[in-house]
C-alpha cells in the first residue's frame, strides 16, 4: 500500500456522524436466524438485492473467496445505504488530504481497490461474536478484525449495540449462523479511527491544557509509534512434549505499541484552580520541586549523571525531571487498554465462566508509568469501600489493606473495622468509566476526576501493602496485542486451524521485560481459562529454560519476594537468581535450587518434611501448618482465587467457618484445594530494593537434556518487611 492510499485511509475517521434512531434492545424472537447450510458468502451473494454495495466491495478486494471457505468468521455488513452515506462523507471531506479522499467519484465505482482491501478486512473478524452472548451486555469490548485492527463495541443505555459509538447492530437482523460464521447487519460503516492517541486528543478541546503541555514536553514524539521494531518468531509450534496439547499454537509476529493516558479535563483543572498551561506549570512546581530532595523527598529516580539528574523548576520541559514532564510522564502507561481491561473486573465479566475470584477477592493491579520507576494502584474495591458501586480507582489507600485482625477474613467488623476509610484512608482519583475508552489507533485515553499526582502519600501509604503483581501486567506486549484477557476461542481462531487456543506462544525476544540467556528457551502465555490461576492466566515454560524479567519499580526498601508456581511431576530444578541489571554478571542466586516437583501433597513424609497439611488433616485451618511452611520457606496458595468453573462463593468471608462451608467445599479455594494439582508459594528471600535501580529475576532450568521440564508463573509477591513482621496483625488470606 502506497503512502497516498495509507493517507486514504486514515481519512475513514473523519466522518460526519448521523444520528441513531432507538429500538428496543430486545431481539425479535421471530427475526432469529438458524443455521442454514450457507457459506458467508453464499448467504450475501443470495440476498444480494439487500447487500449488494458490501457484496462489490467484498468481490473487488477478493475477500469473497476467504468468506466462502471453510473457517469461523463474524461478517459485519454495513447496509446499502449506509454506505452510500459513507463514500458521500469522503467525497465531500472538507478536510481532505488528497482530493475527494482519492475517489474518482461519489459513487461505489470511485472506491480504489486498496479502499475496498480495507474496508473487508476491517469488516471481518476471524473469530464468532454472537449478540446473545458477547454484545448484549458489551462495555467497549475489544473485537479483533483481519485487519489486525480493532474497533469498539458498546451496549449503550439506550439498548443499542454500537460499534466505535457510530455503526449500530440491526436487532433485528443479526447472529445469522452460517457453515462457517455469522452474519451481523449494521447500518453504517464502522469507521476505522485514524489518529494516534497524542492527534485524538489534539482534535479534543475539553484538553486542551493537557495536550498542550504533552506538545511543550515533547512526549508526543513517544505517543506517535504504533509498533516495535523487529522480527518475531519461535522455534516450535509445539507446547511443551509431554503436555496435553500439542498445537499448533498462536504466536504474534508483530508487536504493537500502545498507550493509555488518564487525563483531565479542562473542567476538572479550572475546579482546582488550573486555568491556562502556565497555571499548571506553577501547580507541577508546588508539587515535584522537592520530590527528590535528599532529606525530604519520596522520589528516588535513576541518575546517570548527579549534576544534572534533578528534579527541575525550569523550562526544560523536554526533560525527564522537569516538573511539568513529571507529572504527565505519571498519566501515561506503555500499555493501551479499554477501561474494562485496566481490571479482570467483575463488571465487565458478568457472564464470564473463568471469572475466579473467591470470598472477596477485589479486581486491583499496579502500573508502571511513564514517569521512570513508578507504579500506580487501579483498583475495583467491590467490598472494601462500601459506597463505591462498580467504580474504578486509582491510587485509592485504605488502612491496614494487606492486613487482618481475623483469621480467613477482611478483618473484624468489616468494612468499618482495621480498612476503614475513617482511619486515615483516602479515595484516590476516579476513572470516568462511562465518558472514557476515547480510541485511537495506538491506545485510549480515559477522562479522570481530579489531578492525579504522584505524591509521598503513594509510596508511603498506597504501595506499603503486600504487592501482588501478576505477570501479565509486566509483560505488557501481552496487553497490546490482545493477548491478555483473551478467550481460548479469540486465541484459537488466529491459528491456522482454529484449534489449541489455550495458550500464545511468546517469541524469546517479544517482550522488554524479559531477556533470554539460552536460545532452548520456551515460553508460552495461557490465556483466560479455567487455569486455578490469578485473573486466570499465566505464563508457562519448558526446555533448558534459561531467563530473566524485570521486577517492577518499588518504593526504596526492605522486601520479602515470593513467587508463585504450580508442584507438578514434571517440573524442573530451577534456580533463582536476582540482579540490578539483565547480565548475568549482576545476578546472585536467591537460595538453593527449588525442586519444582516437590512436595508431593500425596506423600507423608512430603507433607511433614514441609509442614503442607491437607485441611481435613488438621483442625486450625491450616494456621500451624503455615508457620511450619513458613520455616521451610513456602506458603499457601491465596484464598481469593480458585477455577472459575469452580467458583460459586464470590463475596466475602465473614469467618474462617465460611470456608469450610462452602457450597463447593474446600474447592471453592485455591488455599485449600488440592484438585487439579497444587499451587504454593515460594518465599525467594529478603532483599533490599531501590526504586533508582532495576532489578531483574533470573529462573534457570538447573537439568540439561529434558526438553519436557517446564514451569510457569502466575504473579509474584513484593511484601514490605514492616507488613511480614507485623506484631498486631497477620496478612489477609486474600
Known sequence: MNKNIIKTVLCLACLAILSLTSCNKEPDESNLYTFTGQTVMDYLEANDSIYHSFNVILHRSGYDRMLDTYGQYTCYVPSDEGIVKYIDSLYNDPTAVLPHNGLTENSLDGLTDSMCVVLSRYHISNMIYTYLEDLSDAKSKTITTALNISFLANADKDGIVRFNGVSALDLQKHDIELTNGYVQCIDKVIPL?????????????????????????????????????????????????????????????????????????????????????????????????????ENSGWYEHPVKDPSKDKVSTGDDYENTYNTLNMFIRYHILAAGMTVSKLLYERKANTNNVNWNYAFGGEPYDYYETLLPHTLMKIWQPLYSNPNNGDKIWINQYHPLNTLTDEIGTFGKDFPEGIHSMANGGFEGVLIDSENSNINSTNGYIHRINKPLIYTRDVNEKVLNERLRIDMSTILYEMINNDIRFATGVEIGARNQNGNDGNMALIPNNYCDNIVVYNSKTKMSFYVQGAWRAWESDQISFW????????????????????????????????????????????????????????????????????????????????????????????????????????????????????????????????????????????????????????????????????????????????????????????????
Not at 508463573?713 to 498486631?728: A, G, H, R, Y
Request: with cysteine; hydrophobic share 30%.
Open 193 to 293: 479511527e485514524s489518529k494516534t492517541i497524542v492527534d485524538k486528543m489534539s482534535t479534543m478541546d475539553e484538553f486542551s491544557i493537557f495536550y498542550d503541555a504533552i506538545k511543550l514536553c515533547g512526549l508526543d514524539k513517544i505517543l506517535s509509534v504504533k509498533e516495535k521494531p523487529g522480527t518475531y518468531t519461535v522455534s516450535s509450534l509445539a507446547g511443551r512434549p509431554g503436555g496435553s496439547w500439542n498445537g499448533p499454537y498462536y504466536y504474534p509476529t508483530e508487536c504493537k505499541v500502545k498507550y493509555t493516558i488518564f487525563a483531565e479535563s479542562d473542567e476538572v483543572f479550572q475546579a482546582n484552580g488550573i486555568n491556562s498551561l502556565e497555571d499548571l506549570k506553577a501547580k507541577c512546581n508546588e508539587w515535584y520541586a522537592n520530590a527528590d530532595d
Open 543 to 734: 526446555d533448558e529454560y534459561d531467563f530473566a524479567f524485570r521486577l517492577p519499580p518499588v518504593p526504596t526498601g526492605t522486601y520479602e519476594l515470593r513467587i508463585i508456581f504450580p508442584v507438578t511431576d514434571f517440573g524442573g530444578y530451577m534456580q533463582y537468581y536476582i540482579g540490578t541489571s539483565k547480565a548475568t554478571s549482576s545476578m546472585q542466586p536467591l537460595g538453593i535450587p527449588v525442586d519444582a516437583s516437590y512436595p508431593n501433597v500425596d506423600n507423608e513424609d512430603d507433607r511433614m518434611n514441609t509442614g503442607y497439611y491437607k485441611i481435613d488433616e488438621v483442625d486450625d485451618y491450616g494456621v500451624a501448618s503455615d508457620l511450619v511452611m513458613r520455616n521451610h520457606g513456602y506458603m499457601r496458595c491465596p484464598a481469593s482465587f480458585t477455577r472459575g468453573t469452580w467458583n460459586s462463593v464470590k463475596e466475602p468471608a465473614t469467618s474462617v467457618e465460611d470456608f469450610k462451608n462452602a457450597s463447593n467445599g474446600w474447592d471453592a479455594s485455591s488455599r485449600f484445594s488440592n484438585a487439579g494439582g497444587t499451587l504454593l508459594r515460594k518465599i525467594l528471600g529478603t532483599v533490599h530494593l531501590k526504586q533508582g535501580d532495576e532489578h531483574w529475576i533470573r529462573i534457570k532450568n538447573m537439568m540439561t537434556g529434558y526438553d519436557a521440564l517446564g514451569g510457569s508463573t502466575d504473579f509474584i509477591e513484593l511484601v514490605p518487611i514492616n507488613i511480614v513482621n507485623s506484631q498486631d496483625y497477620s496478612e489477609d488470606w486474600y
